[in-house]
């Protein structure tokens, strides 16, 4: 049940909202159609309505806060930066910009030492792909299929994602490919070896059938995210390093939302012990306190700009404020172990929690996933593995997700749900007893998508 929280004040929600609806433009909706939640206040795993209504964000956000919000300590860092220097140009050496840029250096795999700093991870992604195609002197691009990096223009162009079909601009240069999900093969195939064997095998194919020599960049997120948490099989990504090595194309991992914990290791790229040349990140990086990205850069590819200019830059490159609450958000992370806590959450309480609902409810057809970073596929059909709803559903035909979704949120969970899945992707400091209260939500909102099924 809904737990009430703050005071209860309707009137000023309603206020909030009516203003909401005459002057807000938001992202992704058709404007008439949308009842936007007025939302007073957020605490760590939690946020609340003016009418008293308290929601667990199983979405972190869109899979941002991973430190929950109001975090005492990156309030007060961006509280101090304002106060001392609240804000500056790009070509200047400042100390939050530099100490931001040596903590995720440190972090970040290999010699992927430079940080060229952007407001988010579109231009995370814009900016990889502009320094892959001039440090190779190459085009094409390829992506997966089953991907978001982003709306601006090449980032869309390259997403894979059906929310890319409206604006793609059918750009020359970007070419998709197939990367292995073994519960929906593109390759037919059985196992993870085989998938893995067979997804290298079709990359290679699309590599030497567009011309090894006319393409810049593979960009691939280590995890896919917004997709559906596709987590790779072992020897993969290894393959594709491998393949770009050959062909001297650069690889791009897409971190912006696998990146800074959400998998249990501070870059999903260890899990799988591969060295990218470019990698993008965003959200986690300050837990989205204020908007951030970045691109990591390998040696190899800043030298290429070592007496040449990047062609490239932002007037909020490495903007003060966001650079200090990257500071607090990375220095209090690695002090209070909240890596470590996304890894246990996900191997003690989110793992083995969502997989008992899975064997209880018909209408899960997969769960999969690390750390705190978990898909929920759900279907009409186990057998078949029918989508509980079609692929791109709107209208009427999203009608079992709309109810699953309003089942949740009726017990008190804010879900991440994307076509025929809900995520399960909760601040890396959820506690156990959080998490354990998000899967009862769950647990009874599966009952509503059970109905659905056959
Ligand atoms: N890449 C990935 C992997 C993402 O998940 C996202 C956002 N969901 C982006 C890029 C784009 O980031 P932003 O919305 O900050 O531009």
Not at 110 to 126: R, Y
Not at 134 to 163: M, Q
Not at 219 to 235: D, F, H, K, Q, Y
Request: aromatic share 10%.
């Amino acid at each position: 049940p809904l737990t009430p929280y703050a005071a209860p004040d309707p009137q000023a929600g309603a206020a909030v909202k009516a203003t909401d609806r005459a002057h807000v433009f938001h992202s992704w909706s058709a404007q008439e159609l949308i009842d936007p939640l007025a939302v007073a206040g957020a605490e760590g795993s939690y946020f609340w309505d003016y009418e008293g209504n308290r929601y667990l964000d199983f979405a972190s956000g869109l899979v941002f806060t991973n430190i929950g919000y109001q975090h005492p300590k990156v309030v007060a860092a961006i509280q101090e930066q304002a106060g001392k220097l609240a804000t500056f140009a790009p070509a200047f050496a400042l100390e939050a910009r530099s100490e931001a840029a040596r903590l995720i250096a440190e972090r970040t795999p290999g010699d992927l030492d430079k940080i060229f700093f952007t407001n988010g991870g579109a231009e995370a992604v814009e900016n990889a792909i502009r320094m892959a195609r001039v440090h190779t002197g190459r085009p094409k691009v390829l992506s997966a299929y089953r991907s978001y990096h982003g709306a601006t223009t090449t980032a869309i162009n390259l997403t894979g994602d059906p929310r890319r079909w409206a604006s793609d601009s059918g750009a020359a240069g970007v070419v998709r490919f197939w990367a292995p999900f073994l519960y929906r093969s593109p390759f037919y195939s059985s196992t993870e070896q085989e998938e893995c064997a067979r997804a290298l095998d079709h990359l290679e194919s699309v590599i030497a059938h567009e011309g090894p020599g006319t393409i810049a960049a593979v960009i691939l997120e280590t995890v896919p995210g917004t997709a559906g948490i596709m987590v790779p099989p072992p020897g993969y990504l290894a393959g594709v390093r491998e393949l770009c090595d050959r062909h001297g194309i650069v690889f791009v991992a897409d971190e912006v939302m696998a990146g800074f914990g959400r998998t249990g290791r501070w870059f999903a790229t260890e899990h799988f012990d591969v060295v990218p040349d470019l990698l993008t990140f965003a959200k986690g990086v300050n837990s989205g306190y204020v908007p951030l990205g970045g691109v990591a850069i390998s040696g190899a590819i800043a030298d290429t700009f070592a007496r040449r200019p990047y062609p490239g830059g932002l007037t909020y490159s490495g903007h003060p404020l966001a650079c200090a609450a990257a500071v607090a958000t990375i220095e209090l992370m690695a002090e209070e172990g909240i890596v470590e806590q996304a890894a246990h959450l996900g191997d003690a309480v989110l793992g083995p929690g969502l997989r008992e609902l899975a064997a209880r409810h018909p209408s899960v057809g997969e769960v999969r996933g690390l750390g705190a970073f978990w898909a929920v596929e759900l279907v009409r059909d186990r057998e078949t593995r029918e989508p509980l709803v079609p692929y791109n559903a709107t209208g009427e035909a999203n009608a079992p997700m709309a109810a699953f979704a309003a089942a949740c949120r009726k017990n008190g969970l804010w879900p991440f749900v994307n076509m025929n899945r809900t995520h399960a992707v909760p601040p890396l400091t959820t506690s156990e007893a959080e998490a354990k209260e998000g899967l009862a939500a769950l647990d009874a909102a599966l009952a509503v998508a059970d109905e659905h099924t056959v």
